[in-house]
């Protein structure tokens, strides 16, 4: 360091000094102010890139709470839907239960009617069998005119054994 003090040279270090001061106004004049104005650019650029994807994340989370709500307003509507696609299934099978117990009871209704009728048929048809029996029989025995009971009996067993029911 005894070296360096004893050949320091006054002149060389003014113009030194001048030449460092001059390059130092180059410097600020026509590089520092770009590169200051570069910096400041980049700085800028990502001041903004992140206040956009800031932005960006607040619109995401809003775009997904609206996906969310959507997907709920869906949901209840679906399920809106279902219970009352059940109520209308549920009814259509009632209706039809109700419709199937009023036509069975009609079939059942008319199918008594048809067999009462039936039956008073048949025993008016057995009605007039009988009568026409009963006064074949009485034609035959005034036609025979038996004087005893006994044949009278006689003849009406025989006649009866011999007479079938059509």
């Not at 030194?16 to 650029?45: C, H, T, Y």
């Not at 969310?68 to 219970?83: F, T």
Request: zero cysteines; glycine letters at 4%.
């Amino acid at each position: 360091m005894d070296k360096l003090i004893g050949d320091f040279s006054v002149g060389l270090f003014f113009w030194q000094l001048v030449l460092f001061v001059g390059l130092v106004l180059l410097l600020k004049k026509f590089a520092w102010k770009p590169i200051l104005d570069s910096v400041n650019e980049r700085e800028d650029g990502i001041k903004n890139a992140l206040a956009s994807a800031e932005d960006a994340k607040k619109e995401m989370q809003n775009l997904n709470a609206s996906n969310e709500q959507l997907l709920k307003d869906a949901r209840a509507e679906r399920d809106a839907l279902m219970k009352d696609a059940r109520e209308i299934k549920d009814k259509m099978i009632s209706d039809a239960k109700e419709e199937a117990k009023e036509v069975t009871s009609k079939l059942i209704e008319n199918a008594q009617a048809s067999i009462e009728q039936e039956k008073q048929a048949a025993l008016a048809e057995l009605k007039k069998q009988v009568a026409e029996l009963s006064i074949g029989i009485a034609e035959t025995v005034i036609k025979k005119e038996l004087t005893s009971k006994e044949d009278q009996l006689k003849l009406v067993e025989g006649i009866l054994k011999e007479v079938t029911l059509k």
